[in-house]
């Protein structure tokens, strides 16, 4: 449920504007320049009347009269420029900042939000921003202080006129109060409705083949149109505001300057003001428009850009994880020990716990395998280790050192992670492989290359190393794929490398070459792998049996197979054992 926009919004919208003060507060200084010019007209236009009726000449005011115009002009266009130029800078800061608090985040939080809603709050709400942190602020100044001055001057002129209008310019007031937290709360509805659109069209684009194969993109195509429908709809009620308090801004000046006209009129023919002063109180009601429409503009835009600075507050709001200063290294030259101590996990607190006490204590070197039925935790674990979550309860012992305590930076930059579907990045070959160390050379690429057997397929591709992998390396196949993330994750030079069935996708020729690289590697780092095809688990120095969130059983294959029914039933369904075990 939506709550009204409050203090902490405010200051939220003010310190967006804060790092640009100085050149607002100038090119506001600018403008309400421009404006005293402005006010000052009337004045010159009641002294020309003046002097016209006595005979005196009249070229000095004439004069006078096109400087004010041109100086008035051209300091509005100094100061429209600072703050066009604030308003770029303001869209830069929020857009930086958010971008790093998105990839702060903590990976559940991630989870849980739409990537097209928050994609819609780095795009269209930053765009918010530009207008109402500079131009919408000035303009409650400089319009407010415009205002005053020429309802002053325009009181100083005549008493009676300046009720006239000040009864009538009160309709507006009217109007604003009722129309401005109807046009934030449209406004905010609106771009509700662009994010939760943008999010269904980014998981349609994400699973681009699974729509067509299903023949689905009529229903998804008439599911973005509801979201744009919704947010066409909000937009139209805002837009509808918006015309009513404008609206009744131009209707207001109008009726005024008719009350105006017809009882100064009288006034004058009356004597009780000269004509001179009929002519400035009406051009101060000419010029009166302009501030006064400033304020209304300003209003509707701050309602609008106060929604906006709402939505990107609820990424603030959201958890981040702890800042690493990468000033910690993992001891030692080869390998880490792990050691889990009871430890408890589930995904939310009204879903079922997928950790249930797992206690098990992983050697510096070697590979161990995890194994077991979907849903026994053993990519869970693999997600404590990098602390993409946190444990419940129980320990998780890195070096003999709780992994809580280490900088994530240092912990991460030890790890060499493969997840289960290999994701790539959109970009070049050689940019997904040193992703996760730029700086690697090109003799260590080519040696990860003929490990992992991508170089033939580099050697196949038109630009090599430079060729595009499309988005999410879809333009290679999920063999390759599994491969370059491989290649990715040796490249950092890892101490603990985590791998999460990495050959599910391969052929047998190239499994086969994976499952040296792995052993191998295994002889210098700590090598953990989930895998369902035992023709990888078998070269393991130890495998751990996990089944409903338990450690079932822990040693080598040929243990295993004798001592615990449920790995003994999985090796004989993979055609490892002369018979299958119940």
């Keep these: 449920m939506r709550t009204p926009i409050d203090r902490s919004t405010w200051r939220m919208l003010l310190g967006y504007a804060r790092p640009q003060r100085r050149t607002i507060l100038f090119g506001g200084a600018l403008l309400l320049l421009s404006g005293l010019a402005a006010a000052a007209q009337p004045l010159a236009a009641k002294e020309l009347v003046d002097r016209l009726g006595s005979g005196e000449g009249i070229t000095g005011l004439l004069v006078l009269l096109v400087g004010l115009a041109l100086a008035?002009?051209?300091?509005?266009?100094?100061?429209?420029?600072?703050?066009?130029?604030?308003?770029?800078?303001?869209?830069?800061?929020?857009?930086?900042?958010?971008?790093?608090?998105?990839?702060?985040?903590?990976?559940?939080?991630?989870?849980?939000?739409?990537?097209?809603?928050?994609?819609?709050?780095?795009?269209?709400?930053?765009?918010l921003l530009r207008e109402v942190c500079t131009h919408a602020l000035v303009a409650m100044v400089t319009g407010s202080a415009t205002t005053v001055v020429m309802?002053?001057?325009?009181?100083?002129?005549?008493?009676?006129?300046?009720g006239i209008t000040l009864a009538v310019l009160a309709v507006v007031g009217v109007l604003a109060l009722a129309g401005m937290p109807m046009i934030e709360k449209a406004s905010h509805a609106a771009q509700s409705a662009v994010?939760?659109?943008?999010?269904?069209?980014?998981?349609?684009?994400?699973?681009?083949?699974?729509?067509?194969a299903a023949g689905a993109e009529?229903?998804?195509?008439?599911?973005?149109?509801?979201?744009?429908?919704?947010?066409?709809?909000?937009?139209?009620?805002?837009?509808?505001?918006?015309?009513?308090?404008?609206?009744?801004?131009?209707l207001a000046v109008q009726a005024s300057f008719l009350a105006v006209l017809g009882i100064g009129g009288a006034r004058v023919a009356t004597g009780a003001i000269p004509l001179s002063t009929l002519v400035a109180f009406l051009l101060f009601l000419f010029y009166l428009h302009e501030p006064i429409g400033q304020l209304l503009h300003a209003g509707s835009r701050l309602q609008i850009g106060l929604a906006a600075v709402r939505r990107l507050g609820d990424v603030d709001q959201m958890q981040a994880e702890p800042v690493g200063t990468g000033g910690t290294e993992i001891p030692g030259q080869q390998g880490v020990r792990l050691l889990f101590s009871d430890v408890r996990f589930r995904y939310g607190p009204d879903l079922p716990q997928v950790l249930r006490g797992v206690?098990?204590?992983?050697?510096?070197?070697?590979?161990?395998?995890?194994?077991?039925?979907?849903?026994?935790?053993?990519?869970t674990l693999f997600a404590l280790i990098e602390r993409f979550h946190e444990p419940d309860s129980g320990r998780i012992q890195l070096d003999g050192r709780d992994l809580a305590d280490w900088d994530l930076t240092s912990l991460r930059g030890q790890i060499g992670y493969v997840e289960q579907d290999a994701p790539l990045l959109s970009g070049s070959l050689r940019d997904n492989?040193?992703?996760?160390?730029?700086?690697?050379?090109d003799e260590e690429i080519r040696d990860v290359l003929a490990q992992t057997r991508l170089d033939s397929l580099v050697e196949r591709l038109p630009d090599g190393l430079d060729t595009s992998v499309g988005h999410r390396g879809n333009f290679l196949s999920g063999g390759e794929r599994q491969r370059v993330a491989l290649a990715?994750?040796?490249?950092?030079?890892?101490?603990?490398?985590?791998?999460?069935?990495?050959?599910?996708?391969?052929?047998?020729?190239n499994e086969m070459a994976i499952r040296d690289v792995v052993t191998t590697a295994a002889r210098t780092m700590t090598v953990l792998?989930?895998?369902?095809?035992?023709?990888?688990?078998?070269q393991s120095d130890r495998i751990v049996v996990l089944d409903n969130g338990i450690v079932r059983a822990t040693g080598t294959h040929d243990e295993l197979v004798v001592n615990d029914p449920l790995y003994a039933e999985f090796a004989a369904t993979q055609l490892l054992t002369g018979e299958r075990r119940r």
Aim: glycine letters at 8%.
């Design 488 to 509: 990715r994750a040796l490249i950092r030079r890892p101490r603990l490398l985590l791998l999460d069935e990495i050959t599910s996708q391969l052929d047998a020729a």
């Design 359 to 379: 206690s098990i204590d992983v050697p510096a070197l070697g590979m161990t395998a995890f194994v077991g039925p979907s849903g026994a935790g053993k990519s």
């Design 433 to 441: 492989l040193v992703y996760g160390r730029p700086d690697a050379a």
């Design 151 to 162: 309802v002053v001057m325009m009181g100083v002129m005549d008493l009676v006129l300046l």
């Design 72 to 127: 008035g002009a051209a300091i509005a266009m100094a100061g429209d420029y600072l703050l066009e130029r604030a308003a770029e800078s303001v869209v830069l800061i929020a857009r930086k900042r958010l971008a790093g608090r998105l990839l702060s985040l903590r990976v559940p939080e991630v989870q849980r939000a739409e990537p097209g809603d928050l994609l819609s709050r780095f795009t269209s709400d930053t765009t």
């Design 218 to 250: 009529a229903r998804e195509v008439a599911a973005i149109e509801r979201g744009a429908e919704n947010s066409w709809r909000a937009g139209v009620r805002s837009a509808r505001w918006e015309s009513l308090v404008h609206g009744s801004n131009s």
């Design 195 to 212: 994010g939760e659109t943008g999010a269904r069209l980014e998981r349609v684009l994400g699973a681009f083949r699974t729509v067509k």
């Design 529 to 538: 792998v989930v895998a369902h095809r035992l023709s990888t688990v078998t």
